[in-house]
Each structure stands twice: as structure tokens, then as C-alpha cells.
């Protein structure tokens, strides 16, 4: 440690500190804009001159370490006369326009030119002109001329979003940030630049203009659209979302937020927002009221129940409900003497949670800690676009020598190290993880589960994972909707257990481990259920067609049932062909709920707006309908009182990763075109489906094309964006398609949650693809 001085205050500060941070530990403000505390020091504004006793000029704080005895002045004579100084040179080119800027009322340079501003400018000459770039439709670069250089948007893309999109052109007054030429900012992460800004020169391109900050409303929030948990704030105007933004949680999300999370808020502001219940009667729609449409719902599940047995009758939620709202559907379920309730829309194999109602499988350690890792194994998963602020974390992690590994069927880029990729056609990953274990095995001098082949790469996998100290085995979403995901469970349980892993999984949902612990899940799952002769469907929040494992299996059991009940906060053809019964219920910013994150941490929000037309909270719905159908003990005055009856005050004991299954022997197969899904970013739940900004983004034009491998690319004889005819199980699609550099041969890539995807069958198993 060593002792210093600010401004008369004593203080002691770790030895290679710097000055901002001693000034941060007493209280002291510095003004400064380059500085960031997640960001490498550029020193380049030199906003945040102090004086120090004995140097001979003013020093930049966020440069500047301490050194034993050091005395600061922050507010003396000299320290305020370079800081007004260096606010003048960064006014001389700055443009008037304050009272037509988005970021008026929080501009970083507008609060310190108040404070070290003059009245009036002695520079006469005329401003500099930056022309404007168009870098998605995400980002707005229309004002660049506003840019000081701060390089906090260039830094954050190499440091944090793992990709530089921008840079810095030219010297002196020429000096501009711009994308390279003709380059969208595509980072899943790059929202965050807007928030980093410290004047206007980067903006939010769906929010600008449409309302000044003053005018908003906050309210604190949980982001459901991915399992992370994200701390948000939600900023209103005249009852509609306007805004997201990040809320900072050091231990989750830190200060940043995925794309995903901060443009979502669009689909919730859709012409498609369903207002009123709806009834289907001789295939005509009829606007009705609540009593009226709950009414034909309880006599609908209670003549049903009478006439089929309580089996006929089921329900499937996206995961990104509230613990309350699937506390209570799954609660009018089994009242009603069922067991068919499921949340794992995407997932096949349910074998190895045979006692599904006594375990959640979680991340298997605190988010924080994922930090500190120095080994992670990461099978089946697309971890940069399924968990972002995860990879960002893991990206931090293997700059300080966290080694990387991972078994998949595309080698693409996390934008990071990696120490090792096992590739493998879907159906032979039981096959390569045996081959891991098996070399775990071989270097425990212990039996080995089956007598598997080991290759180079599981070899490089196992001895990755046999040194360091701190290592994590993490099955991600594509694993988990594997056919056979059982043995990919087992197979990772006894690498994890013979090199001192943790075992973790990354789940898709704003609350699947909560889900678990309420029990919103079947011994059957979902292609269980929907095999069975089904009279009566409940959905809450799901369209078949882009949420389900198998649209095709799921479009039939739904036709053949008498009556299909959608809550919903969207009306939608789909929804309109398949259902019988549009009950409106309210996305998580018009209702109170609690979500569970793949951490085990619980989290309860409130309402950020009022509910839009006669939509009406899920957990309400569902409380009423369970008193209509004469159920006991539906009688709850708030989402606080579901809670204290659907979570044990110690529902942490019940998170738990072990299997029973027993690892076997796997066979190598070797199908022709075998299909690898991943369920791109801007997909994974009706909201960011209906956000136009998103739906515009690289991410949302690549997830409807096929990606095919180089030597299929060529040998079909295709160029980018030629029709290709994809056939599974006797349905076929023509789409666009595009060469995928990191597909090994025999893949191709067919995103979930498209139209192509849902004209077809399951997300596993063979395809074939021909030239149109």
C-alpha cells in the first residue's frame, strides 16, 4: 500500500494505482471523459489534470500512479486553470447544437462545460464539418462533428466486445472515428458504445428523437431474454417503453447489456399487440370479454377432463415466464389432474432429469466467478450469441490465461482464444466426449466409461483439463437439445468429476432454472407430451412454428386437439390457425414477476407501464381461471403471495447438475447432410422477434439463410445467396444460402425460429440440399 494526499486527505491506495483511483476512494470528483473504469487508460482528453507538488505541469489523474508521499491538488489554481483550458480546446470545434441533441440532459460534456466553461468563445473560425456514417441500424453516426476523440467506442469493441469496428482516421482536426469502409457494426455488444459516449456523436438509432430524457419515466427491471439476468432500466413515456438501459450489477452484467436486451423494447410496442380475448366459432374470430372467454375455457379443459382423462389435457410456457405465472399454469395443470406441463420447448432428451421435479440444473458456480476461471470446456454451444455478456466475461478471463476449449460442429469465431476445438457431426459428439473422458481416464489410470477413440483434439481437450486449478465443464444450448443429450450429461459429469471441474449449464430462457423449481416440467418433455393424444392445449407465451424442437410434430398434435388456448401478448396468423381460444396477457414490463437466473439468483421486478388494451397480468389469468374451473386455493391478492407459495425459502438446495444415467458406448455415425441449429440472438422469444431494429441487424439476415460448408458451397456449384431446395422427412423449403468457412463438411446450418425452420422437422437429424 502506499500512503498519499488529496487535496489535505490522507489516504492509502494499492502501489500502481493511479490518481483517479485514490481521488474514487476519498470521494474526490475529477471531470474527465476518456477515462472508464472497465477500459484502458488513452489519457487522450485531458480532462482530468490535477497538480501535483513538485512536478513542474498539470498531470492527467487517470495516468498518473501514486508514489509514496505524493501530494494532490484536484480544485487548486492551477489544476482548475488547465482543466478550463483543455474545456475550451474541446469546444473550439464543437457544434451549438444542444438543444437538438439526443443526448442533451445527459451529456458529459454539457454538465462540464456548465462548471469549467467560458461564456463566450474566442475561437471565430468556422467549426470543422465530420460527415455522417451508416453503421446499422443500430448505432447512429449522424452527428459526428460532436465527436472529442475519447476513443471510449474504439476501446470497448477491442477490449470488451472482442472486435475492433471502429477506429480512428487521420491526424489533428481531420481526426474522425468511422467504421472500415463499407463495414456494419455488427457486435452483439455494440449498443453499449452509445452509453460509453460522452457527448452525442453516437446515438441510439430506434430511440432518437422520440423523446428527451426528462421526459422519461424509470423504472429498474430484469432483462427475460436470456438466462444472464441482466440488470436494466426501463425508461417510459406516455405508457410505452422507449427506452433500455443498462442498470450496473458488478456481479452479473456488470455495466453493459447484450443488443438483444437494450432494442427488445421495439416489439413491445407492435400494431400486433393483442388487446382483447378472442373465441373462435365457426371459423370466424370474435372479440369477447374476459368472464366470456375464461368461462369457455374452464367448461372447454372441464368437459375434456370428463370425456378424455385428465392425460388429454397439457401446457407448454416459454421459459422467459415468471416463476408465478408458471407456478400457477402448472399448478391448474396437475389440479386438474395432469402432469403434461414442459418449458423445455427445445429440448428432446429428458432422460437424464427422470426426477425432474426435485432438481434445476443451473450454471454450476456464480456468474462473478466465472472470472477467475483458468480452464473451461465448453460442449455444444454457440456461447457468443446464446450468452453474450458471459463470452464478453470469458473473453476478459482469457486475457489473464483462462485456456478455452470446446466440442462442436463449427469452428466459428468467439472472438477469443481458443485453445482447442473438437469437431464433430452432431450425432458423433457422445462419440468425441467418450474420446475425452476416455484420455481423462487413460491419465487417472482408472476404467474408462467405454472404449472409445481418442483423437488429437479430445487428447488436447483432456490435458487442457487436467492442469490449472479453477475449471468449469459447460453444456450449452445445442447440447442440450442433442437426441442424445443424456449421455452428453454423463459423459461431462465424469470428466468434471475426475478433473476437479464444475459442471455447469448455459439454459435458454429468462427463467429456466426457475421453471424447474416450480416444477413447469414433465418426465415426458415436449415431443412426450405433444406424441400423446392431446384434447386441450394451454400455450402461455409460445409460437409453435419458432419455439418448439419439431414445428412440424407440433403443428399436427395441435390440429388434432378440440380446444387450443394461447396467452398471449401477440396476435399472430399462426396463433389464429392453430388456436381456438387469444386470451391477452402482459409482456414483463407490464406486470410484476420474479425470474431466476442460470446463477440461482432471484430477482423480482414491478411494472414499468400499465397494462395496453384489456391484456391482463399471466399470473391474474391464471389465478381467475382456477377459481372458474372450481379449483382450491387460487385466492391471491398479489405476485408476492404466489411467490411465497411456489419457492421454499431455501430453494437454492434443489439447484443441482448430477445424473443417474450411466455413460455408454457410443457408435459412429456417418449420416450425409446432418443439420446443426442454433437458435440465433435476435429469435429466442416473441418480443425481440418483433423488433424491427433487430430483425435488420447482420445477425437477423444471416439466421434466414442456410450456411453450408466450403466443399458442399463448391461442389453444388453456388454463389452468395443462390436458391438452395433443403428437404427433411418429406417437407422441403427453398432458401438463400451462404458459404460457412467454419462448418466442417457433412453440417450445414439451418437457424431455429425462421420460417424455413419452421416448415420443417425436428432441429436434429439429416437433411438433403439441392441447387433450384
Same mark, same amino acid.
Given at each position: 500500500?502506499?500512503?498519499i494526499?488529496i487535496?489535505?486527505?490522507s ?14 476512494k476519498?470521494?474526490t ?21 490535477v497538480?501535483?507538488?513538485?512536478? /513542474?505541469?498539470p ?5 498518473t500512479p ?6 494532490? $491538488?484536484t ?10 483550458s483543455?474545456?475550451e480546446?474541446?469546444?473550439?470545434? $464543437? ?11 445527459e451529456c ?26 451508416n ?5 447512429s453516426m449522424?452527428e459526428m462533428s ?8 474504439v476501446?470497448f469493441?477491442q477490449?470488451?466486445?472482442g472486435?475492433?469496428e471502429?477506429g ?5 482536426? $481531420?481526426?474522425?472515428?468511422?467504421s ?26 430506434p430511440?432518437?428523437y ?11 427491471s430484469?432483462?427475460?431474454h ?12 406516455a405508457?410505452q417503453?422507449?427506452?433500455?438501459v443498462?442498470?450496473e450489477?458488478?456481479?452479473l ?10 432494442f ?13 380475448p378472442?373465441?373462435k ?5 370474435i372479440q369477447?370479454?374476459w368472464?366470456?372467454?375464461? @368461462?369457455?375455457?374452464?367448461r372447454?379443459?372441464?368437459s375434456?377432463k370428463?370425456d ?35 418449458t ?8 437424464g432429469f427422470a426426477?425432474?421435479a426435485?432438481?434445476?440444473p ?5 456468474v462473478?466467478d466465472v ?33 478455452v ?11 477469443? /482464444?481458443?485453445a482447442?476445438?473438437a469437431?464433430?457431426t ?16 487413460q ?8 472404449n ?7 487428447? +488436447? ?11 468449469a ?5 445445442a ?6 443429450? #443424456?449421455q ?18 448455459l439454459?435458454?430462457g429468462?427463467?429456466s432454472v ?13 415431443q ?5 393424444d392431446?384434447?386441450a ?16 410434430? +407440433?403443428?399436427a398434435?395441435?390440429?388434432k386437439?378440440?380446444?387450443?388456448? +394461447?396467452m398471449t401478448?401477440?396476435d399472430?396468423a399462426?396463433?389464429r ?5 387469444l386470451?391477452p396477457v ?6 410484476s414477476?420474479s ?8 430477482q423480482?421486478v414491478q411494472?414499468?407501464?400499465? /397494462? ?5 397480468p399471466?399470473w ?11 379449483l ?5 391478492n398479489?405476485?408476492?403471495?404466489v411467490?411465497a ?5 431455501n430453494?437454492?438446495?434443489?439447484l443441482s447438475?448430477?445424473?443417474t444415467?450411466?455413460p ?9 447432410i446432418?443439420?446443426l ?7 429466442t422469444?416473441?418480443?425481440v422477434?418483433?423488433?424491427?431494429a433487430l430483425?435488420l441487424?447482420? @445477425?437477423a439476415?444471416?439466421?434466414v ?10 461442389q453444388?456449384?453456388l ?16 432458401? /438463400?444460402?451462404?458459404?460457412?468457412? $467454419?462448418?466442417?463438411?457433412g453440417?450445414?446450418?439451418?437457424? #431455429?425460429?425462421?420460417a424455413?425452420? +419452421?416448415a420443417?422437422?425436428?432441429m ?6 439441392e441447387r433450384?
Amino acid at each position: 500500500m502506499v500512503e498519499i494526499e488529496i487535496d489535505g486527505k490522507s489516504v492509502e491506495v494499492e502501489q500502481g494505482s493511479m490518481v483517479m483511483d485514490a481521488a474514487k476512494k476519498v470521494g474526490t470528483h475529477i471531470p474527465h471523459f476518456c477515462y472508464h473504469k472497465k477500459l484502458s487508460i488513452a489519457a487522450n482528453c485531458r480532462m482530468c489534470l490535477v497538480e501535483v507538488e513538485k512536478a /513542474p505541469k498539470p498531470l492527467p489523474a487517470c495516468a498518473t500512479p501514486v508514489t509514496p508521499g505524493m501530494k494532490i $491538488h484536484t480544485h487548486s489554481e492551477k489544476a482548475i486553470q488547465a482543466q478550463k483550458s483543455v474545456m475550451e480546446f474541446l469546444l473550439i470545434n $464543437h457544434p451549438l447544437d444542444c438543444p437538438i441533441c439526443d443526448q442533451g440532459g445527459e451529456c458529459q460534456l454539457q454538465d462540464l462545460a456548465v462548471g469549467y466553461g467560458k461564456t463566450t468563445s474566442r475561437y471565430s473560425e468556422e467549426k470543422r464539418v465530420v460527415f455522417h456514417k451508416n453503421v446499422g441500424p443500430l448505432i447512429s453516426m449522424e452527428e459526428m462533428s460532436r465527436c472529442i476523440h475519447c476513443t471510449r467506442c474504439v476501446r470497448f469493441g477491442q477490449e470488451i466486445g472482442g472486435v475492433m469496428e471502429l477506429g480512428m482516421l487521420n491526424r489533428g482536426e $481531420h481526426s474522425e472515428i468511422t467504421s472500415f469502409v463499407g463495414q456494419s457494426v455488427d457486435s452483439e455488444l455494440s449498443g453499449n458504445m452509445i452509453d460509453l459516449c460522452p457527448v452525442g456523436a453516437l446515438t441510439s438509432k430506434p430511440f432518437r428523437y422520440s423523446a428527451r430524457t426528462w421526459e422519461l419515466g424509470r423504472r429498474r427491471s430484469v432483462s427475460p431474454h436470456d438466462s444472464m439476468g441482466s440488470n436494466i432500466v426501463l425508461q417510459t413515456k406516455a405508457n410505452q417503453v422507449l427506452r433500455t438501459v443498462p442498470l450496473e450489477n458488478e456481479a452479473l452484467n456488470e455495466c453493459w447489456i447484450s443488443d438483444k436486451d437494450r432494442f427488445a423494447y421495439e416489439g413491445l410496442n407492435g400494431a400486433d399487440r393483442l388487446k382483447s380475448p378472442m373465441v373462435k366459432q365457426d371459423n370466424v374470430w370474435i372479440q369477447t370479454d374476459w368472464e366470456t372467454a375464461l @368461462d369457455y375455457v374452464a367448461r372447454s379443459l372441464n368437459s375434456i377432463k370428463a370425456d378424455h382423462g385428465s392425460d388429454a389435457i397439457a401446457a407448454l410456457a416459454h421459459p422467459m415466464a415468471s416463476v408465478e405465472e408458471l407456478y400457477l399454469l402448472q399448478k391448474v395443470v396437475r389440479d386438474l389432474g395432469s402432469n403434461n406441463i414442459e418449458t423445455r420447448l427445445r429440448q428432446q432428451d429428458v432422460s437424464g432429469f427422470a426426477e425432474a421435479a426435485s432438481k434445476a440444473p443451473w450454471l454450476g458456480m456464480k456468474v462473478a466467478d466465472v472470472s477467475q476461471l483458468q480452464r473451461a470446456f465448453f460442449i455444444g454451444s454457440f456461447l457468443r450469441k446464446d450468452q453474450p455478456l458471459l463470452a464478453a466475461r470469458i473473453r476478459a478471463a482469457s486475457k489473464r490465461g483462462l485456456k478455452v476449449t470446446r466440442l462442436g460442429a463449427s469452428s466459428e469465431d468467439w472472438l477469443m /482464444p481458443i485453445a482447442a476445438t473438437a469437431l464433430a457431426t452432431p450425432s458423433n459428439w457422445p462419440a468425441e466426449l467418450a474420446g475425452v473422458a476416455s484420455a481423462v481416464a487413460q491419465a487417472k489410470g482408472i476404467g474408462a466409461p467405454s472404449n472409445a477413440t481418442v483423437s488429437a483434439h479430445a487428447q +488436447a481437450i483432456a490435458d487442457s483439463l487436467l492442469t490449472g486449478e479453477r475449471k468449469a465443464i459447460f453444456l450449452g444450448s445445442a447440447a442440450m437439445a442433442h437426441p442424445q443429450f #443424456a449421455q452428453l450429461h454423463a459423459y461431462a459429469q465424469f470428466i468434471a468429476e475426475q478433473t476437479q471441474a464444475v459442471l455447469g449449464f448455459l439454459p435458454e430462457g429468462g427463467n429456466s432454472v426457475g421453471a424447474h423449481l416450480v416444477k413447469a416440467v414433465s418426465t415426458s418433455g415436449v415431443q412426450g407430451i405433444l406424441g400423446k393424444d392431446l384434447k386441450a392445449v394451454v400455450m402461455l407465451g409460445v409460437e409453435p412454428g419458432a419455439d418448439l424442437i419439431d414445428p412440424q410434430l +407440433a403443428k399436427a398434435a395441435l390440429a388434432k386437439a378440440g380446444t387450443v388456448i +394461447a396467452m398471449t401478448a401477440f396476435d399472430s396468423a399462426e396463433l389464429r390457425e392453430v388456436a381456438d381460444v387469444l386470451l391477452p396477457v402482459t409482456p414483463y414490463t407490464e406486470t410484476s414477476g420474479s425470474y431466476i437466473n442460470a446463477e440461482g439468483t432471484l430477482q423480482t421486478v414491478q411494472a414499468a407501464v400499465r /397494462p395496453l388494451g384489456e391484456a391482463r397480468p399471466a399470473w391474474k389469468v391464471l389465478r381467475v381461471l382456477g377459481q372458474v374451473l372450481g379449483l382450491e386455493n387460487y385466492y391471491f391478492n398479489s405476485s408476492d403471495e404466489v411467490l411465497a407459495e411456489a419457492l421454499p425459502t431455501n430453494f437454492e438446495t434443489q439447484l443441482s447438475n448430477q445424473t443417474t444415467i450411466v455413460p455408454a458406448v457410443t457408435s459412429v455415425f456417418t449420416p450425409a447432410i446432418e443439420r446443426l441449429t442454433d437458435v440465433t440472438i435476435h429469435s429466442t422469444d416473441p418480443i425481440v422477434r418483433r423488433a424491427p431494429a433487430l430483425q435488420l441487424t447482420q @445477425d437477423a439476415k444471416r439466421a434466414v439463410k442456410l450456411g453450408l460448408p466450403s466443399n458442399l458451397f463448391v461442389q453444388l456449384g453456388l454463389k452468395e445467396g443462390d436458391a438452395v431446395k433443403v428437404s427433411q422427412l418429406g417437407a422441403s423449403v427453398v432458401m /438463400p444460402a451462404t458459404e460457412d468457412k $467454419h462448418l466442417m463438411d457433412g453440417v450445414v446450418r439451418l437457424s #431455429a425460429g425462421t420460417a424455413a425452420s +419452421a416448415a420443417l422437422g425436428s432441429m436434429n437429424g439429416q437433411l438433403s440440399v439441392e441447387r433450384v
